[in-house]
């Protein structure tokens, strides 16, 4: 018995609940194993990246890293005056807390209308999130005894806590959206509840498992926060693919018997066929995923891993518990199996495909190549705060601040390291950029120099009034890097000079992001060649594949760039348009997308090598294959593009773009290239398309099936 899947699937039939229940136990220690173990959250050393991280790691050197800062605004609601005692009420409070490490002086705004007081928390900036709250209920005490002032209060702690919670009751919903949809697909696929809970239950379950080993994974690559909502994501999709395409094997092999093979028979021969498939599915996604590891970012390390352990998980539960299940249910299930002809939508759009390849190949690239057009004039940005829900408490705090003092939109920082003799020098130097920056009417004028206890670390705050995002902001580092520095501390002799800040953590990431990009789309390209051609034993098939992906990715990124780089669709999809797209959505979105993408090519082109090794002439093999797959691989995509699109309604636009972006593109790659482009590619290259296969036929029968895996 050569093939370890139908090993494993025979022992499964005929050990129906010891299988059932290994997978429970499985399940139960990954869960559990993660949640005594407990996730390991990334820490601000692990986001630096480019010039900006360069400074905030010489800056911590220091003890001058930014810390938790909360801002308690007191303003007046219409006509009246501030007094000053309530802002006095305000450092008094916040002053008694253990969460607090110190409460600066009142600062009144221009307009002699608001105060704040800026509230500095003890701890690293990420965890102050977690012990935000106390804080808050300061804040809301003062309010209730001053109705006729608003006291309000935000900052990055605040504000995580407010966008975590969003996300959350976010992704509640999106559950409730998808998992309705999805049933349904899956009850018109098969015309039966049992089999159509049973892709649910293993997907449900396999979330669950791959949520607990990212918990013990992150103890390796830490956890920047996302890994469960790329798990969730990737989960559903393929932990549904992958039952979806070996019930379907299943279900076909039973009724082109008539009820004479056995139901562990057929389960061996789904397992031989399609469990073969979803293997080198498994393996094509975990590879592809792993790609991002390149990227050489905590995030992407955090998207990677989720998608790597749920994947694993999809294909273990399809291999192992999947078979019990079908053994065990396969009397309860119609035999009916899928129309040869796979369905009207594909003998229509077949028909003209198999009459005329060349034209149809033409005509689909060429649409393809048009909607990747907006690709050309991409802008690719970091999401600022201002991107976020204003629905937000904190978030329309965060405005008001903002309004009130305009210079606190964002700040430049300089860091200087020197020795501690030299500190006399770097400060005189740093004096002369102050100098220069007050008389430029780019920053604000006021600027703070701050130096370390031991003199080898100073750094000059240089405030902007206006967000990261703005021209202003970006135009603020600009000069300050090519201009400033250069004439004052930058021609210190020895000392090691750069710019963090929220503006430089904004322009700096994406350039980060650019130059990975090529290392790791060459590894996805190499990637999806070796296992396309390793799967099918053909070069040729293996450079079509990657064809095939990068013109599926380029088409879904073309769409994506004129929906959400413009504001046509605004009020169509609820965002607000940054005139950009978020840095990290490209590449998520090739990687995954080639990942999911080899879960049809596999199984469709699976199914046209098996009539091709029946000896079926190649070209009768591809549309043989493409009809006998095609429905399987429509339902897969509908229930795929139901998850995606499920993302869209979240507030965070990052995360509509990347639900939007994934939806259009298995859209396209199952209905474009899969049924017009790969068809008439397949056509047109005849048995080209297999070289430099020479492999034999495989057995014609059920039963033969059966004696060639044993």
Not at 432 to 453: C, F, I, K, N, Q
Not at 688 to 695: D, G, I, Q, V
Request: proline content about 5%; glycine content about 8%.
């Amino acid at each position: 018995m050569k093939n370890p899947s139908v090993r494993v699937a025979r022992w499964s039939a005929h050990h129906p609940w010891r299988a059932i229940a290994g997978w429970i136990v499985f399940v139960v220690i990954c869960l559990g194993g993660g949640l005594a173990i407990g996730g390991h959250a990334a820490t601000s050393q692990d986001y630096r990246v480019g010039e900006a991280g360069r400074a905030e790691a010489l800056a911590a050197q220091g003890g001058l890293q930014q810390k938790p800062v909360e801002r308690v605004l007191i303003s007046v609601k219409g006509v009246g005056r501030l007094d000053d005692a309530v802002a006095s009420e305000v450092r008094r409070r916040m002053s008694g807390l253990a969460e607090v490490e110190s409460v600066a002086a009142p600062v009144r705004s221009s307009d002699g209308r608001a105060v704040r007081v800026d509230v500095t928390m003890r701890g690293p900036e990420l965890e102050g999130r977690k012990h935000v709250a106390p804080l808050l209920a300061q804040t809301a005490e003062v309010q209730r005894a001053h109705p006729g002032l608003r006291v309000e209060e935000s900052g990055s702690p605040s504000i995580s806590k407010d966008v975590q919670g969003q996300r959350g009751d976010d992704l509640s919903r999106t559950e409730l959206i998808a998992l309705p949809v999805t049933l349904i697909v899956l009850l018109l696929v098969f015309r039966s509840v049992v089999m159509a809970v049973v892709p649910l239950l293993l997907s449900v379950s396999s979330i669950m498992a791959g949520i607990g080993l990212s918990m013990v994974a992150s103890h390796v690559f830490p956890d920047a926060g996302v890994g469960t909502n790329v798990i969730l994501l990737i989960g559903m999709a393929v932990g549904v693919d992958y039952t979806l395409f070996y019930l379907k094997r299943d279900r076909e092999e039973r009724a082109r018997s008539g009820g004479r093979l056995s139901r562990a028979a057929a389960v061996e021969i789904a397992a031989a066929t399609s469990g073969r498939a979803v293997v080198v599915s498994g393996l094509a996604v975990a590879a592809s995923s792993a790609t991002l590891y390149l990227a050489g970012d905590v995030i992407f390390a955090s998207l990677a891993t989720g998608a790597i352990v749920v994947t694993v998980a999809a294909v273990v539960s399809s291999l192992t518990v999947l078979p019990a299940l079908l053994a065990k249910l396969g009397r309860r299930t119609p035999r009916r199996a899928a129309r040869s002809g796979g369905g009207r939508l594909t003998s229509a759009v077949l028909r003209p495909v198999a009459e005329r390849p060349a034209l149809a190949l033409g005509v689909a690239v060429a649409a393809m190549l048009a909607l990747a057009g907006p690709l050309l004039g991409m802008r690719l940005t970091d999401v600022g705060r201002e991107t976020y829900s204003r629905d937000l408490p904190a978030m329309q705090a965060f405005d008001r601040v903002n309004a009130a003092f305009p210079e606190l939109k964002s700040v430049n920082q300089v860091v200087v390291k020197a020795t501690p003799e030299r500190r006399a020098q770097v400060v005189t130097a740093l004096d002369a950029l102050a100098h220069r920056v007050t008389a430029d009417p780019l920053y604000s004028g006021r600027t703070r120099t701050r130096t370390s206890a031991d003199g080898r670390i100073t750094m000059l705050e240089v405030p902007v009034p206006a967000y990261p995002s703005e021209k202003r902001a970006q135009a603020s580092l600009d000069r300050l890097r090519t201009d400033h520095i250069p004439a004052t501390v930058g021609g210190l002799q020895g000392a090691e000079v750069a710019v963090t800040g929220d503006v430089a953590r904004y322009a700096d990431y994406p350039e980060h992001q650019k130059h990975r990009l090529p290392i790791i789309l060459g590894a996805l390209l190499l990637v999806t060649f070796v296992i396309t051609a390793w799967a099918f034993r053909s070069i040729v098939l293996g450079l079509a594949g990657v064809g095939l992906n990068l013109l599926s990715a380029a088409a879904s990124l073309g769409v994506l760039t004129a929906v959400f780089q413009h504001r046509w669709a605004e009020g169509l999809l609820g965002f607000t348009s940054m005139g950009s797209i978020g840095s990290r959505v490209p590449l998520f979105l090739f990687v995954i997308l080639f990942g999911l993408s080899m879960d049809y090519q596999v199984f469709t082109l699976s199914r046209v090598q098996e009539a091709v090794r029946r000896g079926v002439p190649a070209r009768t093999a591809a549309l043989e294959g493409i009809r006998g797959s095609a429905g399987v691989v429509t339902s897969a995509a509908i229930v795929m593009v139901t998850v995606f699109a499920s993302f869209v309604p979240l507030h965070l636009i990052e995360m509509k773009q990347i639900g939007f972006s994934l939806a259009v593109a298995v859209l396209l790659d199952a209905f474009v290239i899969r049924l017009v482009i790969l068809p008439a590619l397949l056509l047109l290259l005849g048995r080209t398309a297999w070289w430099p296969s020479r492999r034999r036929p495989v057995p014609a029968s059920a039963s033969d099936v059966l004696e060639n895996v044993g």
